[in-house]
């Protein structure tokens, strides 16, 4: 069983930053796949982000088309978290965003499904 906690959603202006994280509960976090999800109203869930267990010293990170090139995944095993530093923020990255965990990452990435959710935290970008 893993707990998702996120915290550092806000209100920031179009082309400000933002930093996410997440605590995972449980001593098994460095097993499982991360990722950051993220629904709109009236929108469907959106895959932000995901994060790989480590390879090595190396970890594998994939994006969104919406969000490459402006934010960025990370992870610290020895804290439990996972990150998603925001930048260049638009109004349209205005959501709920979501933390997730599942073994396999490709679950997050091709089919928006992952065994853990978070609660969510809210990120707005006033125009």
């Known amino acids: 069983q893993v707990q998702l906690l996120e915290s550092g959603g806000g209100l920031v202006q179009d082309g400000g930053s933002l930093r996410l994280s997440c605590a995972a509960s449980?001593?098994?976090?460095?097993?499982?796949?991360m990722g950051w999800f993220r629904q709109a109203p009236g929108k469907e869930r959106e895959f932000v982000a995901a994060i790989s267990t480590s390879r090595g010293s190396l970890y594998y990170a994939e994006y969104g088309d919406s969000v490459k090139g402006r934010f960025t995944v990370s992870r610290d095993n020895a804290k439990n978290t996972v990150s998603l530093q925001m930048n260049t923020l638009k109004p349209e990255d205005t959501a709920v965003y979501y933390c997730?965990?599942?073994?396999?990452?490709?679950?997050?990435?091709?089919?928006?499904?992952?065994?853990?959710w978070g609660q969510g935290t809210q990120v707005t970008v006033s125009s």
């Open positions: 449980g001593r098994t976090f460095s097993r499982y796949a």
């Open positions: 997730a965990a599942d073994e396999v990452q490709a679950r997050m990435t091709r089919k928006g499904s992952a065994d853990y």
